[in-house]
């Protein structure tokens, strides 16, 4: 079953909210030249990707990521969170790219770009969205998009049934051009270096290849730190390859 709108019951009162930047969500720009704002790239990556200096595996069954999920796992020396960020950028633009050729509108805003390509991005659909409810189905957000419903495709994704905090965010931003989060690329840059030097302190890395990844990254990422009981022999491994300016 397609719907057309979200049910009574999950509309979204928006007049009742104060729009936060009016210009990113009124303003059209023509679709040839629109691209994700950094505020947006920031909320997307903030709020669902963590950073790992070493390769990892998110599942037992999956092969290994490193990074933000993106590059070559099997890098000698690691991944700086910047090199790790140029990765992960690399994909999102090429997505973009995808989305931009495929949304059949001449113009739209930046709030109302942003938050179709955070959902084309995270889940790899646009047009359609399976529902919150029992009731199953999904909803034609596309339709409503043809139609310059704003409010109920907005509604519509608020509603979504896949990671529905994510798709509150995401309609947050399409009708309020509100982009606040407590979390910021930053603060994931933060986590991923405590979390390198919690796992390798605990004894948490054994194999010898992921430790010396971690190793090497480490001193990489913070200007010429060691981790905790790293051996001297590595540590003059280490600054002979990567020797301090």
Same mark, same amino acid.
């Given at each position: 079953?397609?719907?057309?709108?979200?049910?009574?019951?999950?509309?979204?009162?928006?007049?009742?909210?104060?729009?936060? %930047?009016?210009?990113? =969500?009124?303003?059209?720009?023509?679709?040839?030249?629109?691209?994700?704002?950094?505020?947006?790239? *920031?909320?997307?990556? !903030?709020?669902?990707?963590?950073?790992?200096?070493?390769?990892?595996?998110?599942? *037992?069954?999956?092969?290994?990521?490193?990074?933000?999920?993106?590059?070559?796992? #099997?890098?000698?020396?690691?991944? @700086? *969170?910047?090199?790790?960020? #140029? *990765?992960?950028?690399?994909?999102?633009?090429? $997505?973009?790219?995808?989305? =931009?050729?495929?949304?059949?509108?001449?113009?739209?805003?930046? &709030?109302?770009? #942003?938050?179709?390509?955070?959902?084309?991005?995270?889940?790899?659909?646009?047009?359609?969205?399976?529902?919150?409810?029992?009731?199953?189905?999904?909803? %034609?957000?596309?339709?409503?998009?043809?139609?310059?419903?704003? /409010?109920? =495709?907005?509604?519509?994704?608020?509603?979504?049934?896949? %990671?529905?905090?994510?798709?509150?965010?995401? !309609?947050? =931003?399409?009708?309020?051009?509100?982009?606040?989060?407590?979390?910021?690329?930053?603060?994931?840059?933060? /986590?991923?270096?405590?979390? &390198?030097?919690?796992?390798?302190?605990?004894?948490?890395?054994? %194999?010898?290849?992921?430790?010396?990844?971690? /190793?090497?990254?480490?001193?990489?990422? @913070?200007?010429?730190?060691?981790?905790?009981?790293?051996?001297?022999?590595? $540590?003059?491994?280490?600054?002979?390859?990567?020797?301090?300016?």
């Amino acid at each position: 079953m397609i719907y057309k709108t979200a049910p009574t019951t999950q509309r979204i009162q928006w007049e009742s909210f104060r729009v936060v %930047d009016d210009f990113k =969500v009124n303003l059209n720009v023509g679709i040839r030249v629109i691209q994700t704002s950094d505020e947006m790239i *920031e909320l997307i990556l !903030a709020n669902n990707f963590k950073y790992r200096m070493s390769r990892y595996k998110a599942n *037992e069954d999956d092969g290994f990521n490193i990074g933000y999920g993106y590059g070559n796992s #099997d890098m000698p020396y690691g991944m @700086t *969170e910047e090199e790790a960020y #140029d *990765e992960w950028i690399k994909e999102f633009k090429k $997505k973009e790219d995808q989305l =931009v050729r495929q949304l059949p509108l001449d113009f739209i805003s930046q &709030a109302r770009f #942003d938050s179709i390509m955070s959902l084309y991005f995270l889940t790899g659909k646009w047009r359609t969205m399976p529902t919150n409810s029992i009731r199953g189905g999904s909803y %034609d957000i596309l339709g409503a998009i043809k139609a310059g419903q704003w /409010e109920a =495709v907005a509604d519509m994704i608020s509603d979504g049934g896949i %990671d529905r905090r994510q798709r509150q965010i995401e !309609a947050k =931003v399409m009708m309020l051009g509100d982009y606040s989060s407590v979390k910021t690329r930053n603060s994931t840059r933060l /986590e991923g270096i405590q979390y &390198a030097r919690s796992q390798y302190s605990s004894g948490f890395i054994t %194999d010898s290849f992921t430790k010396k990844q971690t /190793e090497f990254a480490y001193y990489r990422q @913070t200007g010429g730190g060691y981790l905790p009981n790293t051996t001297m022999n590595r $540590k003059m491994q280490i600054k002979k390859i990567f020797p301090l300016r």
